[in-house]
């Protein structure tokens, strides 16, 4: 057998962006949401997504004669995400709760309708 030199690691670098910008489609990915629920949650009245466009929206006209709005790229931030989601965040009331299925008692109670009656016995 060949002795294989042991080499040691003085050093090692994890790197990696802890609040990433994600676009669109990325975000979808992560989130699960849609597109075109993210598309309209930018626009919500009420608590709409954070997001940074990188050039202010603008008409033009296509080839056929048809205006279309075009807007530079939409980033969203991991962690302003994170926290609109949050808002999100359900909690049913305890009432709604379905009941612990205890086993032990349902089987008691189907069993009792099969066992003979100690007043019969009487």
Not at 13 to 28: E, K, N, V, Y
Not at 84 to 108: F, K, N, S
Request: aromatic share 10%; glycine share 4%.
């Amino acid at each position: 057998m060949c002795a294989v030199p042991l080499r040691t690691i003085e050093q090692i670098r994890i790197t990696q962006t802890l609040d990433p910008w994600f676009t669109l489609g990325a975000l979808s990915r992560y989130s699960g949401l849609s597109i075109r629920s993210l598309r309209a949650y930018l626009s919500d009245p009420t608590r709409p997504l954070p997001h940074y466009r990188m050039r202010k929206p603008h008409v033009v006209v296509t080839r056929k004669g048809k205006n279309r709005t075009v807007s530079g790229k939409i980033l969203v931030r991991s962690s302003e995400f994170e926290k609109w989601m949050e808002a999100y965040h359900y909690i049913p009331a305890r009432a709604t709760y379905a009941p612990a299925l205890d086993i032990d008692h349902l089987v008691d109670e189907v069993v009792a309708h099969f066992r003979p009656s100690s007043k019969a016995g009487s």
